[in-house]
């Protein structure tokens, strides 16, 4: 008991660790130290201490040097981080988790610098074709006309050069849009006759032709043909991708859009012992009548309370997700202005669409609040936004519920009135949190400053108008449409910079950075309240479940363009080493 007799005021806490978190003997030694380096708490106080330690699935002691080498013993693991930097976990407010993972194994990844011309993406399609069995489709995903040299989407044409014979859909990196081959079009019926379904767009040639490129929900008129997997190859994509997060220091994700096939997978690698990241579920919303969106909403309501419980934190049935609008890469996000195009061009008459009745969509998003869901809104366009927001506070009105933590993912472009009101939400009910894509600003930043246009590209995730009406948000990758690593995301929110600067260096200006701890919380502890965690993870504290990251440099110190390069050396989630550098 001597041990707890050192207890600083920093080491106080332990105490409290002990009887919440559950550890049963007081004078046991940690299992794990981290001695010698810069231990980033991202506490209250903004913290910065020498060491910690780790006891069973807890951090249970902050502070320095010899503070926490009193509490290890001959057992117990010690790591030297030589002056290396230790962060919370990183965690992703917006991955498309399971289907990503999925995507990483068994689709053909056609992202940049994969291909950087038409050509190159012919080469690989063609490649793809010949390991494949009779009749299997080629499907590929990742491409982006505005990383490939033409600058012009891939058209049906292009594909049946290399082939013809078998069916072939290729995903953009946004998701919102994709192309077919010949073949796969005349597979779903699609000719110049077919109107464009409700919410979608066949793109048509100068002739009125389908050109093969189909957008929002015109994706589905091929899509649904392509086989789906199977159970395996579902968990195997999960797991692949927890391992792939835990390489570079996160720990936790938001998987938006879900069903009950992928959830029985989350279940079983959860129960096999192999899900080291916490994951955080949204279900996709149901179509139907009003009042069979009611019934589903009661029955989800019976376990998707992650306010009340959280079973043991690895997987969450958090809520439901909705869309009220597309993309800023198809131009179909909904606006108040017309779209713009080549930067300074205008897409005349083209101000994007909602994906379905407006109206109908606030009675279903009702439905849900109603039940006491917590709900993320898929919202771009800033007249999606304002639409979402007024949702929320006409709900708030009709059934007062505070704490749902309602969310705006993307959040792209508020108007002022938007982010007042935002202001408001948050203040008031503890509602309205952007849940931002940081990295859209670089890796689909070309195509997104083409098509936003030279003002609002100025008004793109505006962290900094954020922080000063005193708000949250919760950073994400919306992985696949962009890449994970989330250091990725915190040097975005601070660098504010496309990939290639086709239309200049900083289209988007720097007003609206921020710092990069305010970054890094919101890939820490601004995600953990969006997942409902923030009393277990999101910050280096005891009594908090050891998600640790250890990194090879300071983010705190070192030059802005170096923090897209850190590397994760060290990832500990719930007190167990899941990571190692090789060599490190
Ligand atoms: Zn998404």
Redesign the pocket.
Known sequence: MHRLALASLFLIPLAATLACGGDPVPSEPADLVLLGGRVITLDADSRVAEALAVRGAHVAAVGSDAEIEALASPATRRIDLAGRAVTPGLMDA?V?FASGGQSMLYTLDLSYPNVESIAEVQAAVAGQAERLGDGEWVRGRGWDEGKLAELRYILASDLDEVVPDRPVWLSHTM?HYGVANSLALDMAGITADTPDPPGGTIDRDADGRPTGVLKESAQGLVSRLIPGLGPEEQRAGIRALADAFNAECMTGGKD??IGPRVWEAYRDVQEAGDLSVRIFALWRGRNGTIDEVRGYADSLATFTRPHESTGDDHLIAGGVKLYIDGSGGARTAWLYEDWNRDHTDTDTGNRGYPTMDPDELRRRFHAYHDAGLHVSI?SIGDRAIDWTVDSFREALEATPTRGLRHGI??SNIPTDRALDLMAELQRDWETGYPEPSPTFIWWIGDTYAGNFGPERALRLNPFRSFRERGMIWASGS?YS?TPFPARYGVWASVARQPLLGVYGEQPYGTAESVDVETALRSFTTWVAHQMFLEDKVGTIEPGKYADLAVWDRDPLTVPTEELRDMSCEMTVFNGDVVYERAGG
């Open positions: 917006h498309h998701g938006p859009g898929h993912i993307h919306d449409v």
